[in-house]
């Protein structure tokens, strides 16, 4: 135990390890865009672009030639705008928030405008600016989360004077089911979708999420908008996943023991050694996205060795049984995989019964980051 091995990323006092390979994200990029092609790809950057850093993201998807960013909250795009160069649009898909309006325009940040009601504010501040104002129209075609009614697409284009001095670029809609490539649902907002678009002829369309932009030419629209596949997560559930990698993640072991059969390991005691195990204290827990589902469940791999979690997740440590390696293989600081080439995003998430979009947005900030 006397032993220290130390990284880089150990010195610095944090308790794990984040890379994000931005070329990685380049090439699924990439591999978007010639998918989709003739359709434009934007990149889906909410949520401090699922938790890998909006800025640093968006400035490597800018220069593979990406021109479209979306973000979910009038702040978040607040700070992207002086990132990125003028001819990057940035939307807001949350909304137009009331008092943002003078703004949202001066900063030129397109809004996604979801109701009547928004529309009517923008059309005020577009007349109070006295120039046209760029927007984006969002319509619900089976969510029933944001966006307008079909009867409200109908009462917009039959009245030109409510879209006065709105310049629309794009009619959006988004799918609830892309995940799943043969769910009904989506052929069903597929043709609410290209009912609307009939609404609004000229006006061209944004479909298509990363599962969208996979799951053939229908759900894609003009501009598809994929979040989660440039990340590196799985688009939909066909055979296939298109994607390469992204994020690795690794802790550090802080502390090792033995225990005899019979010892209790972690809060509320819900894991009992059985006979006598080797156990080690990994440096990452729940506020660093080791999500507590995970609890006796989930895994850190350790040269290609399963070390499973036993016992409950604690906030900033986690317990896994080492006992399949060999005595004394880990010391103090030894490095043990999360996220990386043994185990998966998708079976993190798998292992947590949740989705990768969460295991991404659950990564908190006290990693050492790197971006290759
Ligand atoms: C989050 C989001 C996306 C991106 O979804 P992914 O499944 O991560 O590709 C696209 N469009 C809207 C409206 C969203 O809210």
Redesign the pocket.
């Known amino acids: 135990m006397d032993m220290v091995s130390s990284t880089e990323w150990q010195k610095t006092g944090a308790p794990g390890y984040l890379s994000v390979d931005l070329s990685a994200l380049k090439r699924n990029y990439r591999r978007i865009v010639s998918t989709v092609s003739p359709a434009r790809a934007a990149a889906?950057v909410?949520a401090d672009a699922?938790g890998l850093g909006a800025e640093k993201v968006s400035s490597a998807l800018y220069q593979e030639g990406c021109r479209d960013f979306?973000v979910?909250q009038y702040g978040e795009a607040v700070t992207l705008r002086p990132v990125l160069s003028k001819d990057a649009a940035i939307y807001v898909?949350n909304g137009l928030q009331p008092g943002s309006e003078t703004d949202c325009a001066l900063r030129g940040i397109i809004p996604?405008l979801n109701s009547l009601e928004q529309v009517a504010r923008w059309r005020a501040a577009a007349t109070l600016s006295g120039r046209k104002l760029p927007a984006l129209l969002?319509f619900d075609t089976g969510m029933s989360r944001?966006g307008m009614s079909v009867e409200e697409a109908e009462a917009l284009a039959a009245n030109a004077q409510l879209l006065e001095n709105i310049d629309v670029r794009y009619i959006?809609s988004?799918l609830a089911c892309?995940?799943e490539a043969d769910d009904v649902h989506n052929g069903l907002q597929a043709e609410q979708m290209r009912l609307i678009a009939d609404i609004f002829p000229g006006i061209p369309v944004s479909f298509?999420?990363?599962?969208?932009?996979f799951l053939g030419e229908k759900f894609r629209g003009a501009m598809v908008?994929?979040?989660?596949?440039?990340?590196g997560?799985r688009?939909t559930d066909m055979l296939e996943h298109p994607m390469e990698p992204v994020v690795r993640i690794e802790g550090s072991v802080v502390q090792t023991r033995t225990v005899p059969a019979g010892t209790a390991v972690g809060y509320s005691a819900t894991y009992i050694a059985q006979e006598e195990r080797r156990l080690a204290a990994v440096s990452l827990g729940y506020a660093d996205g080791i999500l507590r589902s995970l609890s006796s469940k989930g895994a850190f791999v350790y040269q290609g060795v399963r070390l499973p979690i036993v016992g409950r997740v604690s906030m900033d440590s986690t317990i896994v049984d080492v006992s399949d390696l060999p005595e004394g293989a880990l010391k103090l600081g030894s490095r043990v995989e999360f996220i990386g080439d043994h185990q998966t995003l998708e079976d993190v998430a798998e292992q947590a019964g949740t989705i990768s979009?969460e295991i991404l947005t659950s990564i908190g900030n006290r990693y050492y980051r790197q971006y290759i």
């Open positions: 889906v909410k699922y979306f979910a898909l996604v969002q944001l959006m988004h892309a995940d298509g999420n990363s599962g969208g932009s908008r994929p979040g989660i596949a440039l990340y997560g688009p979009w």
